[in-house]
């Protein structure tokens, strides 16, 4: 096949695609964008697959080993037959430090613990139907410490609160998009497709949200939830606190779209044939410019997290027994952590990939949803 060929097939292929075949063939071009794309899809996989990924549950403590620090992974154990692949740590010792006279944990070269794949702990229920007792890594023998992350003040393991912690910050997030997206294209659509007094006092509105001071709104709308509620009412009421604060600014994109789109030839169409008002928004102009929405509710995420995360951190978000990234950078923020248990901070990192990966997705579907790029 010749090139000329070639190039007048490809442009054949570009005229019949759909929206979302355009869409998909501009961002995969996007090398960052795809790669923070498969950083992403793991993550959600790790918060989906909590209990079986973590080698522990997150409440399961050991006394004895109150602030211990990560210990150093090894894959090769030395044997008699040389060297095979085996994971292990070693064992931790307990030593005075003589100028502070505090207990500091050292490496046990003396105690080799072995990890294994695939071991027997505490029954979990995977995907919440499923029973089993099975982890993907843990110690082979049950009694032995294993903290690659270390510990926190009630001998916790950190990876394992680390990984269900995944599970709330990025599912919050999700939650958060998916009621600002309702009010945002309910109201912005209703504001641009209707216009006069119906947009003037929705426009105020969203001002009046705006210019109220993000942190100090947070906090007393946080503040406002009663101390005594369950943890899944609390984790309820936050979701609702950061929808209402954040469907302001995809409302004023959707007003911005509507008032372009409704004097086109098929909006008016519709309105000649007697099309409802809210099928006219929700079937002919909201699909669209859907490509738009979803570039920026992916930009909206991160927003989302950001904001349970330090809602949590101020002890005005998620508490206790839930296990967040929030909730875990609430313990870490004395001066004791600073100085004795630095690990505590690991928790910062994952949300900084995290949040990084979604802007980096989200930049890349802007741009392939931008119909005038090149």
Do not use: C
Request: hydrophobic share 50%; aromatic share 10%.
């Amino acid at each position: 096949m010749t090139a000329r060929a070639m190039v007048s097939d490809r442009q054949e292929a570009i005229n019949v695609a759909t929206q979302w075949q355009l869409m998909w063939w501009r961002f995969r071009k996007h090398r960052l964008a795809m790669t923070s794309l498969v950083i992403v899809i793991l993550i959600y996989l790790v918060a989906l697959l909590a209990e079986f990924l973590a080698p522990f549950t997150p409440d399961e403590f050991q006394a004895d080993y109150t602030y211990a620090p990560p210990q150093r992974l090894h894959l090769f154990l030395e044997t008699e037959n040389g060297l095979r692949f085996q994971p292990w740590v070693y064992g931790y010792k307990v030593e005075i430090e003589e100028e502070a006279l505090r207990r500091v944990f050292v490496p046990d070269e003396e105690t080799i613990h072995e990890i294994g794949f695939f071991v027997s702990g505490v029954p979990v229920t995977l995907l919440g139907f499923l029973e089993t007792d099975r982890h993907l890594v843990g110690p082979k023998d049950p009694e032995a410490p294993m903290f690659l992350f270390g510990a926190d003040k009630l001998g916790r393991d950190m990876l394992t609160r680390m990984i269900y912690g995944t599970r709330i910050s990025m599912s919050i997030g999700l939650v958060g998009v998916a009621l600002s997206l309702i009010l945002g294209i309910l109201l912005g659509g209703l504001s641009g497709f209707l216009g006069g007094q119906v947009d003037n006092i929705i426009q105020r509105v969203i001002e009046f949200i705006r210019s109220v001071p993000t942190i100090p709104l947070w906090m007393g709308l946080a503040a406002a939830l009663p101390t005594d509620w369950p943890p899944l009412r609390i984790y309820f009421g936050i979701t609702v606190i950061l929808s209402f604060i954040g469907w302001t600014e995809l409302a004023r994109v959707v007003r911005g779209r509507f008032l372009a789109l409704r004097t086109e030839d098929f909006v008016i169409a519709a309105h000649l044939d007697g099309v409802g008002q809210m099928r006219i928004i929700l079937h002919h102009m909201v699909p669209s410019f859907l490509s738009h929405i979803i570039a920026a509710l992916t930009l909206a995420i991160p927003n989302m997290i950001l904001a349970e995360t330090s809602l949590s951190f101020l002890g005005l978000g998620l508490r206790p027994p839930i296990v967040s990234w929030g909730v875990l950078l609430q313990e870490a923020q004395n001066i004791r952590t600073v100085a004795t248990a630095p690990w505590l901070f690991a928790t910062g990192g994952a949300v900084f990939i995290a949040i990084l990966a979604l802007n980096f997705v989200g930049d890349g579907l802007r741009d392939a949803a931008d119909p005038y790029a090149r």
